[in-house]
């Protein structure tokens, strides 16, 4: 069972950045492909960016490409989401999430095992 938990969320203003964190327990987290998504109130979670085991790939939805940024370092077991240009529409519970279905770049969110729960971004204009 892997634990994942994130940090880094906040109140920030538009404009402004912010880096999240997401620290697994799991020995074994470069066998694991990490991936981000956020819910905001009233909609469905959203994919936004992937990386594979090694981090040598990653992924981005459209809405936050060239904006967001995820990273990972497997010395730390941590996997990394830098958000810049904060937009009060990126206002949502950040989640991070493993997968051990594959080391390639994981998008679909029924491929992820393993969630963690959640750190509020909150931005202001």
């Known amino acids: 069972q892997v634990q994942l938990v994130e940090s880094g969320g906040g109140l920030v203003q538009a404009g402004g950045s912010l880096r999240l964190s997401c620290t697994a327990s799991?020995?074994?987290?470069?066998?694991?492909?990490m991936g981000w998504f956020r819910q905001a109130p009233r909609k469905e979670r959203e994919f936004l960016a992937a990386?594979?085991?090694?981090?040598?790939?990653?992924y981005y939805a459209d809405s936050v490409k060239g904006r967001f940024t995820i990273s990972r370092d497997n010395s730390k077991k941590t996997v990394y989401l830098q958000v810049n240009n904060l937009k009060p529409e990126d206002t949502a519970v950040y989640y991070c999430?493993?997968?051990?279905?594959?080391?390639?770049?994981?998008?679909?969110?029924?491929?992820?095992?393993?969630w963690g729960q959640g750190t509020q971004v909150t931005v202001s204009s």
């Open positions: 999430a493993a997968s051990d279905r594959g080391c390639w770049r994981i998008t679909a969110q029924s491929e992820y095992n393993y």
């Open positions: 799991e020995r074994t987290f470069s066998g694991y492909a």
């Open positions: 990386i594979t085991c090694s981090g040598g790939n990653a």
